[in-house]
C-alpha cells in the first residue's frame, strides 16, 4: 500500500521469521516478534529444524540469530552464504540476540553478523537483548558467564520495545 508521503506499509503479506537459537532466547524474541505482525501471516522458520527453507514465497523476511564470543551461530552463517543473493531482493529485516551492554559493542556484532550486502538492503535492523539461565550452559559457559555476571544464575536484557519498533519497521508501519 502507498502511503501519501510516498512511504509504503505492507498489508497482510507473507513473512518470514527465520532464526538460529542455542538456548532459546532468540526463539522467544521471534515469537514476540510473531505476535506484533498477527494481522499479516506469519511463519516462524527456526534453523534448527528446517535447514535449508524455502524463503522465495515471503514479501518481506526477518532474519534473526544469537550472538555467542561476538560471532553469529553457523546456521545462519550458512543460510545466509545460499541466499545472499535473494536475501537482498527481499523486504529484508535483520536482529541479533545478545547480552553486550555497551551500544558499541552492540552495534558491532550486528554489523559483524551479516555480510554488508545484507545491511545495505535492510529495512530493519536490531538489537534485541539477550538472556541467559545457568541452567542451560554447558560448564565452559557457566564459567565465563558467572565471571561476566558474578553469582547471578538467569538474567534477561531481551528489549521489547527494540522488538516493536522492528516489527514495525519491517512491514513499514
Known amino acids: ?13 507473507k513473512i518470514a521469521i527465520v532464526f538460529a537459537s542455542k538456548n532459546g532466547t532468540t526463539c522467544k524474541a521471534a515469537k514476540r516478534m510473531a505476535s ?8 516462524l522458520i527456526n534453523l534448527g ?11 518481506a523476511i526477518a532474519l534473526g540469530t544469537a550472538i555467542y564470543a561476538g560471532k553469529p551461530l553457523k546456521m545462519m552463517k550458512a543460510l545466509v ?13 535483520l536482529f541479533v540476540c545478545g547480552m553486550m551492554k555497551e551500544n558499541d559493542k552492540r552495534a558491532s556484532e550486528l554489523a ?19 538472556e541467559f539461565n545457568l541452567d542451560q550452559l ?23 520495545n527494540a522488538i516493536e519498533v522492528f516489527a514495525k519497521q ?4
Open 1 to 13: 500500500m502507498i502511503l501519501p508521503d510516498g512511504a509504503y506499509t505492507l498489508g497482510g503479506v
Open 36 to 43: 506484533l505482525l498477527a494481522e499479516h501471516e506469519v511463519d
Open 49 to 59: 529444524e528446517v535447514k535449508k527453507p524455502r524463503l522465495d514465497q515471503y514479501q
Open 81 to 93: 552464504k545460499r541466499q545472499e543473493v535473494a536475501l537482498q531482493k527481499a523486504r529484508l529485516g
Open 112 to 130: 559483524d553478523a551479516f555480510p554488508e550486502s545484507l545491511h545495505a538492503s535492510a529495512v530493519a535492523e536490531a538489537f534485541l537483548g539477550g
Open 138 to 160: 554447558t560448564a565452559i559457559e557457566k564459567l565465563v558467564i558467572s565471571r561476566i555476571a558474578g553469582e547471578a544464575t538467569r538474567a534477561s536484557t531481551i528489549d521489547d
Open 170 to 173: 519491517l512491514v513499514g508501519a
